[in-house]
């Protein structure tokens, strides 16, 4: 089947405009993540989605983050008025959560560029 | 929280050669370790993964040890090939509050010259 699909794969934008970010997980898997890599950075994870649970957002740089997951299924990141520093790559990942660890499947990420 | 420290950053071998990547860690609760690799432009893909009950995993030309006293594990890669070339990320997380969210490592540019 398919896997972790993301959109858009590039997206630039004017600092100070809002922009949001879609991730469809592998169908079936019930926890989500969001993650930023910066250039030469390793992965900064941003928020955790898991089934019906409140959502862990100890990762969220800013209240000008913020992330949503309607119906267990669809994920979407949005930032209000960007900055710069939020230039990156936004990763999402999916995993089959059925107690432990499980491998996390990644989509190939969102390329955002603040200008 | 955890952290999680990964040497070298770039790596540049010759074919054929072996390469190796240290992690260390900082929490002694942490109890998964997995490797994953990223090629340009794609996402982190897993390759290996390790558990606290184990010291040595192998999977072909790939092998991660575990010290799990010294809090380092390290990804050990045989007979290099021009396709290993890739960013490589280690990654350490253990049960917290019930959700399992690893830490990652800032991650190693692996060159094989053909």
């Known amino acids: 089947g398919a896997g972790v699909s993301q959109s858009p794969s590039n997206k630039v934008t004017e600092k100070g405009k809002d922009v949001e970010l879609r991730c469809d997980p592998i169908s079936g898997h019930t926890a989500l993540y969001w993650y930023r890599q910066s250039l030469g950075q390793g992965l900064e994870f941003l928020i955790y989605f898991q089934g019906n649970s409140a959502p862990d957002k100890s990762g969220l740089p800013s209240d000008r983050f913020s992330a949503e997951r309607t119906g267990g299924s669809v994920s979407t990141l949005t930032i209000q008025r960007t900055q710069q520093e939020d230039s990156a790559v936004y990763l999402c990942?999916?995993?089959?959560?059925?107690?432990?660890?499980?491998?996390?499947?990644f989509g190939p990420g969102t390329r955002l560029t603040v200008l | 929280g955890e952290n999680v420290e990964q040497h070298p950053s770039t790596l540049s071998v010759q074919e054929g050669d072996s390469a190796v990547i240290k992690c260390t860690y900082s929490?002694?609760?942490?109890?998964?370790f997995p490797w994953y690799k990223q090629e340009l432009g794609k996402g982190p893909q897993l390759i290996i993964d390790i558990r606290s009950n184990v010291g040595e995993k192998k999977d072909q030309r790939i092998a991660v040890t575990l010290n799990k006293t010294a809090k380092h594990f390290s990804l050990h890669i045989t007979e290099t090939q021009p396709e290993d070339s890739a960013v490589y990320f280690c990654?350490?997380?253990?049960?917290?509050?019930?959700?399992?969210?690893?830490?990652f490592g800032r991650g190693t540019s692996l060159i094989v010259h053909p």
């Open positions: 990654a350490a997380g253990g049960p917290s509050g019930g959700s399992y969210i690893p830490t």
């Open positions: 990942a999916s995993s089959l959560r059925t107690g432990g660890y499980n491998e996390q499947f």
């Open positions: 929490d002694s609760a942490s109890n998964y």
